[in-house]
């Protein structure tokens, strides 16, 4: 595979609204959370319990933050990443001496970006600039808040685990929002592509995070072959230990990344988003919550149709149902939201207007 840049402009993607990326489920969560007025604040309110001040000076003090002076190519990765996803704001970014490779985006008023020096030396440069588009369009989607919000539930529930109930019912909800959080890391592996728009370098990065850096040892083709199999499965036993293999896991497997990243390209959505088809960021608040909904139970439909593992199949009419149930729901309850929004403002008019 070629190392090299495109040989072409990279394109900027004016007011891109981050739901031109997003993994249906992940998407779905989200438009549902932005819709409900008042909950992005209560999230970061709640992201409080974690001192982000303290957190940044951590990291001042403890690793290097990139400028022009210091990893200079990086820098330019992060702003032209900012750029090319229309960020109102170029974000921090710190290298940081640890050899496992990874990288996040944590804060919630003022996000910021770490790469570990074991990520960053088994890349190369385009790969780099893959890693830190994944990490912008965190950023962009304004999953860093949610992510605060997961590692504070982790930490309450490992203080209430005495309590059975608590903790069972706290558990519940670690799992379901792992199971988001999983879905973001689909997401920006999306954005990754789209601000360094070099298909194959995506590819390469994640094929390095499976198999490290001996790249000549690898092959595509073989590693999407390993995806495939693994998603037929085996018998019921193979099943259930996928499943319980998912616990505390944050990010999907390497190559269900590659195999759900080449579908997404395969489909001709990087392309049209590229050629300007895509939704604007001024239009996030009217998105309909319901048909988010009803695409996520959809995308899961569709993931358990290409699925043959035994297990997955019992579970397609019952995905089919929750599309259309789940969609109403989340209409009914948006509706009421919005409605007691509109009465709250009209309510507050009116006392204005009797006091003045």
């Not at 919005?338 to 009797?354: C, E, F, I, Q, V």
């Amino acid at each position: 595979m070629a190392t090299n840049a495109p040989d072409r402009a990279r394109v900027r993607l004016e007011n891109i609204s981050s739901r031109a990326y997003e993994h249906p489920a992940d998407r779905g969560a989200l438009v549902a959370l932005r819709s409900l007025r008042g909950f992005d604040e209560v999230f970061k309110r709640l992201s409080g319990l974690f001192n982000e001040r303290a957190l940044r000076l951590m990291f001042l003090s403890s690793a290097v933050r990139v400028n022009e002076q210091q990893f200079p190519e990086v820098h330019n990765y992060v702003r032209d990443a900012a750029y090319i996803l229309d960020l109102d704001e170029v974000p921090e970014l710190y290298i940081q001496m640890n050899p496992r490779p990874n990288a996040m985006a944590i804060g919630s008023h003022k996000p910021f970006i770490v790469m570990t020096t074991g990520l960053f030396d088994l890349l190369d440069a385009e790969e780099q600039r893959f890693v830190v588009g994944h990490e912008v369009g965190h950023i962009l989607s304004g999953h860093a808040v949610y992510r605060t919000m997961l590692l504070a539930l982790i930490r309450l529930a490992a203080r209430v685990a005495w309590i059975p109930l608590g903790y069972i019912g706290i558990r519940a909800i670690v799992t379901a929002l792992e199971e988001w959080y999983r879905k973001s890391e689909l997401s920006c592996d999306r954005a990754g592509v789209l601000a360094g728009q070099n298909p194959d370098a995506a590819k390469r990065a994640l094929m390095k995070l499976a198999g490290g850096s001996r790249l000549a040892e690898m092959n595509p083709d073989s590693f999407l072959e390993q995806a495939r199999e693994y998603e037929r499965g085996g018998d019921a036993r193979d099943s259930l230990i996928k499943l319980l293999s998912l616990m505390g896991q944050t990010h999907p497997f390497a190559v269900i990344r590659m195999a759900e990243l080449t579908r997404w390209l395969d489909n001709g959505d990087y392309q049209r988003i590229i050629n300007g088809d895509y939704p604007r960021r001024d239009s996030d608040r009217t998105a309909n919550v319901g048909e988010e909904a009803r695409s996520a139970a959809n995308s899961y439909r569709e993931s358990w149709e290409r699925s043959e593992d035994p297990l997955l199949g019992t579970l397609r009419d019952v995905a089919g149902s929750a599309a259309s149930a789940g969609g109403r729901i989340f209409d009914t309850v948006a509706d009421r939201w919005k409605s007691a929004g509109t009465r709250r403002t009209d309510s507050n008019a009116g006392s204005s207007s009797s006091s003045s």
